[in-house]
Nanobody, 122 residues
Framework: QVQLVESGGGLVQAGGSLRLSCAAS????????MGWFRQAPGKEREFVAAHSRSTGRTVYADSVKGRFTISRDNAKNTVYLQMNSLKPEDTAVYYCAADSVVTTTPNSWGRWGQGTQVTVSS
């Protein structure tokens, strides 16, 4: 089993920055892909960014390209999401996910964290 714990959410004004962290524990050797998704009230969970440990490949949703950066510290089994130039439409619960392959489809990811709230005020 793999456990994921997110931290770093909060309230920020538009144009501000936040950094989310997600620490993995347990069978971390099986975690190749780590990613971030978000879900706003009344909307479906959507892909934000992901990273593959085996290829170093990173993938971003078009809506966050150039503003968000995903990075990973393999020694700490932690993935980060640096969010800059935040907009009110970025407001959502952000979830960390882990699996063996990077995909943009939420249902393809097997392990999820509990989520952390990000609120961007206008």
């Amino acid at each position: 089993q793999v456990q994921l714990v997110e931290s770093g959410g909060g309230l920020v004004q538009a144009g501000g920055s936040l950094r989310l962290s997600c620490a993995a524990s347990g069978r971390v050797f099986s975690v190749i892909a780590m990613g971030w998704f978000r879900q706003a009230p009344g909307k479906e969970r959507e892909f934000v960014a992901a990273h593959s440990r085996s290829t170093g490949r990173t993938v971003y949703a078009d809506s966050v390209k150039g503003r968000f950066t995903i990075s990973r510290d393999n020694a700490k089994n932690t993935v980060y999401l640096q969010m800059n130039s935040l907009k009110p439409e970025d407001t959502a619960v952000y979830y960390c996910a882990a699996d063996s392959v990077v995909t943009t489809t939420p249902n393809s990811w097997g392990r999820w964290g509990q989520g952390t709230q990000v609120t961007v005020s206008s």
